[in-house]
């Protein structure tokens, strides 16, 4: 099939956006056009990498594209809803708003229906737009997030070049270096990544050490939030243990614990006999094997040394092994609600 015809059989509401976006910000899209006529854009340079790659790396680029992607729209409808709230325009900018939303989740929802088994497919066209087809669904990558595409690649090659060392990779890749080694060294060390490996089933990461590998390829959209949730926990418990550590007060790792608390309470945290914080773990609270195992990784980090800890089964240690996360970790936090595709 062709590219005008695979172009033709994107969603409606792609072609929207993308109109819409190209109107607000034309002048900032006008000169990314300039630049990628110049010289192809680094995310067109690896998806022509990618597109005979092998399946972990193309399934892990597809994932990042897309729940990216959901994110960027996202965070548009609600910045344009802020914006012009108070305006003659309140009522266009709304409708807009929720149709960006709806597309946005069902990016989000596509993305978390990807399994071992799905066809993923990366190509570039003639005129270096990217697409990612999932299952041979079309969606396109380059010129999709307006004014922001800069900004929507370099966070997806941030992430990707997390998971895979690019420069090893693509070791004929034309980048400036602005483009790559400075956006991994500015990653938040604590932001979760995922990985696909056919070897490994999925893996919830961090730049930090922490990795969360899980059996199965389903409820993908709770394990995210579940992942994501415990990984911030971890962050925050670890950042006020080396607060405490300053003020003279030393952990006693074996006695370190999260007590169990009443809804809407922050939990008592043991840090020694006699001494306690407060801060909401509830993760951590309702798992304490996982608080356990992650005891040498919270020591090396409070210290500033590194740590690669590997949760395996990791489902059991999350608390979704035998109960649906859906009357759990989305009952415990509502504002995550939104993150499940269902």
């Known amino acids: 099939m062709g590219d005008n015809q695979r172009?033709?059989?994107?969603?409606?509401?792609?072609?929207?956006?993308?109109?819409?976006?190209?109107?607000?910000?034309?002048?900032?899209?006008?000169?990314?056009?300039?630049?990628?006529?110049?010289?192809?854009?680094?995310?067109?340079?690896?998806?022509?990498?990618?597109?005979?790659?092998?399946?972990?790396?193309?399934?892990d680029?597809?994932?990042?594209?897309?729940?990216?992607?959901?994110?960027?729209?996202?965070?548009?409808?609600?910045?344009?809803?802020r914006e012009l709230r108070h305006t003659s325009r309140a009522g266009d900018v709304s409708s807009w708003a929720a149709a960006v939303e709806d597309y946005a989740r069902k990016i989000d929802a596509l993305a978390n229906s990807m399994t071992t088994e799905t066809?993923?497919?990366?190509?570039?066209?003639?005129?270096?737009?990217?697409?990612?087809?999932?299952?041979?669904?079309?969606?396109?990558?380059?010129?999709?997030?307006?004014?922001?595409?800069?900004?929507?690649?370099?966070?997806?090659?941030?992430?990707?070049?997390?998971?895979?060392?690019?420069?090893?990779?693509?070791?004929?890749?034309?980048?400036?270096?602005r483009d790559l080694p400075a956006i991994v060294t500015e990653t938040d060390a604590s932001t979760a990544y995922w990985s696909f490996s056919q070897y490994?089933?999925?893996?919830?990461?961090?730049?930090?050490?922490?990795?969360?590998?899980?059996?199965?390829?389903?409820?993908?959209?709770?394990?995210?939030?579940?992942?994501?949730?415990?990984?911030?926990?971890?962050?925050?418990?670890?950042?006020?243990?080396?607060?405490?550590?300053?003020?003279?007060?030393?952990?006693?790792?074996?006695?370190?614990?999260v007590m169990p608390a009443v809804a809407d309470e922050p939990h008592r945290v043991m840090l020694a006999t006699g001494v306690e914080i407060r801060l909401a773990l509830p993760m951590l609270a309702e798992n304490p094997e996982l608080l356990g195992m992650v005891r040498p990784w919270l020591n090396a980090r409070v210290r500033g040394d590194t740590y690669h800890l590997v949760v395996l089964h990791a489902e059991r240690y999350l608390g979704l092994a035998d109960k649906p996360v859906t009357s759990t970790v989305n009952q415990r936090y509502p504002a995550f609600t939104n993150v499940n595709p269902d």
């Not at 899209?29 to 972990?56: F, G, I, N, W």
């Not at 497919?121 to 997030?145: E, L, M, R, W």
């Not at 922001?148 to 895979?164: D, G, H, K, W």
Request: with cysteine; hydrophobic share 45%.
């Open 7 to 59: 172009l033709a059989k994107l969603r409606p509401g792609l072609v929207l956006i993308v109109f819409l976006g190209l109107v607000l910000v034309s002048s900032q899209t006008q000169s990314l056009a300039s630049t990628s006529k110049a010289m192809p854009a680094v995310v067109v340079q690896l998806a022509r990498e990618l597109h005979d790659s092998p399946y972990p790396m193309r399934s």
């Open 61 to 81: 680029f597809a994932w990042l594209a897309l729940t990216q992607m959901a994110e960027f729209y996202t965070g548009e409808a609600a910045r344009a809803r």
């Open 119 to 177: 066809s993923i497919v990366i190509s570039v066209d003639s005129t270096n737009n990217v697409f990612v087809y999932v299952d041979g669904q079309p969606v396109i990558i380059t010129g999709a997030i307006g004014g922001q595409q800069s900004a929507y690649e370099q966070r997806v090659l941030e992430r990707f070049c997390i998971l895979y060392v690019c420069e090893d990779l693509l070791p004929e890749l034309e980048y400036s270096e």
């Open 200 to 257: 490994t089933g999925p893996v919830c990461m961090t730049n930090d050490g922490l990795e969360f590998q899980f059996q199965q390829m389903s409820d993908m959209g709770e394990k995210r939030v579940a992942c994501t949730r415990v990984v911030a926990e971890l962050s925050e418990l670890a950042r006020a243990i080396d607060e405490n550590n300053q003020q003279g007060a030393r952990v006693d790792w074996d006695a370190l614990k």
